[in-house]
């Protein structure tokens, strides 16, 4: 297996959940997770855990999980999506992700 990839535990550990908290948000965002499959076992990369953190903060901000979900609805569909730590430079009003061109 490519060293670049993980396990859904390595990445809800990475992330800074636990196993099952980590398996709940994939579920919940699994259309906007990329994932690689080898068999029955599932393999993530470093995007998702950059989609995951994202989704992350923005829980810890108080955002719910449906508040979440069509947040990264809308910008998929926009495809302006670019994922930043939330500590960065706020440019959109609610959220802060950078929209790009």
């Known amino acids: ?20 908290n980590g398996r709940r948000w994939i579920k919940i965002f699994k259309q906007f997770i990329p994932v690689q499959y080898d068999g029955i076992n599932k393999y993530f990369n470093e995007e998702s855990f950059k989609v995951l953190s994202m989704i992350k903060e923005m829980s810890e901000y108080g ?3 449906n508040e ?24 959109c009003g609610r959220h802060r992700c950078e929209n790009v061109s």
């Open 1 to 20: 297996m490519n060293p670049n990839f993980m396990t859904q535990k390595a990445l809800s550990n990475k992330v800074g959940w636990s196993e099952a």
């Open 68 to 91: 979440i979900l069509e947040y990264v609805k809308r910008m998929a569909y926009q495809r302006t999506l670019k994922f930043k730590r939330f500590d960065e430079k706020e440019t």
């Open 63 to 65: 955002y719910t999980s």
